[in-house]
C-alpha cells in the first residue's frame, strides 16, 4: 500500500490553481453558450474562440480561434477541424491526437467556448434603420424588428417575409398581427444570416427609379401625378436626369407580367404647360427617369422583368 501511494504524484499549488482557474473558466462560459434544446448541445461555429486546457500540461494551454474554414491549431498538433462538433466530442479527437503525436499517456482534455461568433441578422425594406445586425441567441423576429427602428408609413407589416440563410424559400410573417394583437405565434427565433424584408403596400404606393435623388416606393395619394412623384423623389440628379423622357411602367390588369409603357415629357410640361406629359398615376405605377442620352431600352426592360420575379417571390409591388 505504502509502494503504491508513493507512486502518486503529489498536488502541487500550482495544479490546484490551474484546476480553479479551468472550473471558472467553465463556469463564466454556460451563461453564454446557447442550448439548441434542452437535449441537444451547443456546436461550435466558425468565428467562436475555444479555451483549451490540459490537466497538468502548461504547455499544452491555449485560446483558439476557429477560423472561417471551421479549423483550429491546437499546440503541436497543427490544424483540426473543430466545427459542427460539441466540446465533449473535440475534446476526445484532441485526447486521441495528442496520445498519437506527443505519446501522452490518458491525457484530460478539457475544452470550452469562451466566446460565441458575433450572430448577424438583417432587416430590410420599408422600415427606419434598414441593416445587418449583431443579435444574441435567442433574439426573435420582434428583437430584429425592433432593431430597424420601426416601419415606415408605406410598410405592408402583415405581408413581412422572413428568409433563412441559404434558403430561396421565404416564410410569411404578418407583424401587423404581432404588435396589434400580441400574436406571437410566427415570433421565430432569429438565426444567424437571417434576413426580414418589409415590403410596401401593395395598393397605396408608386415607385421611381432611375436618375433621381431617392429611387424607391411613395407613397400614393388621389390625383397624383408624374411631377408629384418626381418631387416624392426629390428630383433630378443634375447633369445625369432625362427628363423629356420619362416613362411610366404600368401593370395590364388581369394580365400579370404585361406592362404598358407611356412615354412622359417633363420638359415640355414645365416649359409649354402641356398638361397630357403629366400623366395621372394610379397605385402601383412604376416611373423610371433615363440618364442622359439615349433611352436605355432594355434596362426598361430588365426592370419589368425584376418587378415580375419580386411578384413570384410573393413580394408584389403592383396591383393585381
Not at 425584376?306 to 411578384?311: A, G, N, S, V
Amino acid at each position: 500500500m505504502e509502494a503504491k501511494m508513493c507512486a502518486l504524484r503529489p498536488i502541487t499549488l500550482h495544479r490546484i490553481v490551474a484546476l480553479v482557474a479551468a472550473l471558472i473558466a467553465a463556469c463564466a462560459v454556460l451563461a453564454q453558450v446557447p442550448q439548441t434544446s434542452q437535449t441537444e448541445p451547443y456546436r461550435i461555429q466558425e468565428e467562436d474562440v475555444l479555451r483549451m486546457f490540459v490537466w497538468d500540461e502548461q504547455q499544452l494551454q491555449a485560446e483558439l480561434l476557429v477560423g472561417p474554414d471551421g479549423f483550429i491549431s491546437p499546440p503541436f498538433l497543427g490544424r483540426v477541424r473543430a466545427q459542427g462538433k460539441t466540446t465533449t466530442e473535440l475534446e476526445a479527437e484532441l485526447k486521441d491526437e495528442y496520445i498519437r503525436v506527443l505519446r501522452l499517456r490518458d491525457p484530460k482534455v478539457s475544452v470550452n467556448v469562451s466566446r460565441i461568433r458575433a450572430i448577424r441578422a438583417s432587416i430590410s425594406g420599408e422600415v427606419s434603420r434598414a441593416n445587418a445586425y449583431d443579435i444574441r441567441p435567442g433574439d426573435t423576429v420582434r428583437t430584429l424588428f425592433g432593431l430597424g427602428g420601426g416601419a415606415n408609413p408605406i410598410a405592408d407589416l402583415s405581408r413581412a417575409i422572413l428568409f433563412r440563410k441559404n434558403s430561396r424559400e421565404g416564410i410569411p410573417i404578418d407583424l401587423k398581427a404581432m404588435i396589434e394583437r400580441g400574436d406571437l405565434s410566427q415570433d421565430f427565433r432569429i438565426e444567424d444570416g437571417d434576413t426580414l424584408v418589409i415590403p410596401p403596400k401593395k395598393e397605396n404606393t408608386v415607385r421611381v427609379d432611375g436618375k433621381v435623388r431617392s429611387p424607391g416606393p411613395v407613397l400614393y395619394q388621389d390625383d397624383m401625378t408624374v411631377m408629384d412623384a418626381l418631387t416624392a423623389a426629390n428630383w433630378e440628379i443634375p447633369n445625369e436626369s432625362k427628363f423629356s423622357e420619362v416613362m411610366v411602367i404600368r401593370p395590364k390588369k388581369g394580365q400579370p407580367g404585361k406592362y404598358q409603357r407611356i412615354r412622359c415629357n417633363i420638359v415640355k410640361f414645365i416649359r409649354e404647360g402641356d398638361e397630357n406629359q403629366n400623366l395621372v398615376l394610379m397605385a402601383g405605377d412604376h416611373v423610371y427617369v433615363p440618364g442622359t442620352g439615349r433611352p436605355n431600352l432594355e434596362l426598361l426592360n430588365a426592370a419589368a422583368n425584376l418587378i415580375f420575379i419580386l411578384e413570384r417571390f410573393g413580394i408584389p409591388l403592383f396591383r393585381p
